[in-house]
């Protein structure tokens, strides 16, 4: 009888244990355990400018708990490298008012080189864009929305940061180089997308 | 026996409580109560072509179980409309290789009548655009960027859908008005469109 | 005796005459003494730095001898003064990273008021654009990509100028306002569309 | 006698003197004897349906008298090429909304390769654009628009024709491949270059 009791004590507390465990399970964990989202930072560069900006969106991006960066020059990504992230954003210098040959190159590789179509493998996963270029108005805006368009065409969700595109830099005339309130814009872009990423990786987690 | 029984009660009780738990936790809560989003689709229309793809993505969000759907003339917006949605698609017949003056007046109307910066109140909802056109190729793809870059202006989260930057029609030559197959992508856009709406209204409601 | 030599002389004066006036005329005619060519700058402005800018790319083309400029804003703009004109310079301030409604429908009624198609009627003109913007990388290069997208569909002949789209100027931030470096670039931007427009009109002409 | 001889000397040296007046005057011989303006159409093509339209621009182009018209892949291009051409036609196919990796990568040698700038010596040549894509609105308005906007940053001058902002042909779905009113596009585009090239070479010669 008392093992019977026992028996009976146990179940007891089984329930009374798993209805708690439901009960707190899903709220705490996705709020103070955040599943981590994986962001990829890729990008060109010929001078160290954009460079520069890709370092500053992967401190944004790491600024939010939670975040895996990684940061590859374009040439350097992997299908895995792809697959693998909840987010993608893309950097590339301005050349004749659109991005660099190299990034064109590389978007066109998610083709050729990584089969992404027709399966439509990065739907759903995070874009965004960043820039940097000799003038003002003389194509960095093309080169951001150029590689949004390449993003929407493959089913991605896009977003803006540090600026209305994305962030970007001027790195000649007036102002050289890149400066503390456009590597602030790099920073934020970064921010952005990862807590965009994150919420969007939590919801499809469910 | 009476052992017997308060275990077959206690296993009883168990299965019950699984049974609840299981209804309230947030997966099946979330699946099959979701919470209501609500897609404002607003478009400008002249000939009808614009008014028909509108119904059609109507049709396609209204799809999505859970989805409110409101749809109106750009002119008829409120700024209550505007706030209160969780998506926004909009949809413009191509004059000159861009949005019709009553579409992007509505668009200027969202910072000089309904006061939207800089607090940047449409932050996070979801945007997507839809047009047509009289001929191939001039100007329904530019007019939809165009309305995707006011809306990540906007800092809001852009989408495509039925087609590489959104829904479109050719409205003349060999394909007068808008076919079947036009209408499917209208209502894919819609679709695709409270999709993620609900995908980030969930997580953001935690 | 007397006459018949006053007839030789008479005819050696017009076969001089001939010969001089034939060899002076095509040459010095079309170099010295231009054709004028009429160049139209239209604009809407609401704070004034679009029109500071009109005023800028009006001098600019003003500057090219035997140009004829004429500066309204775009509402004032009549079919007339489209129709006459060898060249139509828009320019619009940035809102929602596009013109403003103002200027979208000044295109609009090229074709609603004005009856410009389906004859393309501004065939050949020279196009250009101006913009300008509160921020860097936020909208003026798309208004001005667009105008000239709205040009190209109107088989103009169209021009970039003081800068790789046309002019532009940011007015807020650090650079608030219209600076001495953005008049300059708006000068070129006059002086190139009525170089261009010169060089074109002149050839038509013959 | 002398008199009468001298009449006759005076009458024929009138008409010596207005035929070579006439045969030197610019009229006739622009008008008659036209310069030959030289038209380059470069392009990228994996399938070969680029290269068809590519074929039909230069059968456009040839069809304006006194037009010399290059083909060749971009890959082949040389600065040669570019530099004595009076006009430059580039085609590509739709890549990710956007030109091929390969003609962005064109382009960027007109800097790298073949030193265009800082002289802008494509400057005051002609330009335009020819798309081909797999769907009605999935990027051959981007691919034809970035090419024209690479052209405007070297200050070329820039047209459509055969279409809003050029020729395009739809390759994929219902209408497989390139059909004859595509070809007659790509053929009016051909033309349309040739005749503005010849009207600025003209003007320009004098």
Known sequence: MASVMNIE???ALAVF??????????????EEIPLPVKVLVAYHSLTGNTERMAEAVVEGAKSVPG????????????????FSSDAVIV????????MSGEVKTFFDN?????GIFPEFKMKNKVGAAFATGGQIS????VTMLTILAAMLGNQMI??????????SATTEGDSAGIDEKELTNAKA????????AKLISRSSSH
């Open 9 to 11: 004590k146990l179940l």
């Open 17 to 30: 244990s798993l209805t708690v465990i439901s009960s707190v399970s899903h709220k705490s964990w996705a």
């Open 67 to 82: 975040t895996i960066v990684v940061l590859k020059r374009v040439g350097q990504v992997t299908a895995e490298d792809l």
């Open 91 to 98: 950097g590339s210098p301005v050349y004749w008012s659109n």
């Open 110 to 114: 998610w083709q050729f080189k990584f």
């Open 138 to 141: 003389s194509g960095k805006e």
């Open 158 to 167: 896009v977003v803006s940061g540090g600026g209305a595109f994305g962030a």
């Open 189 to 196: 872009l970064g921010q952005r997308v990862a807590d965009v």
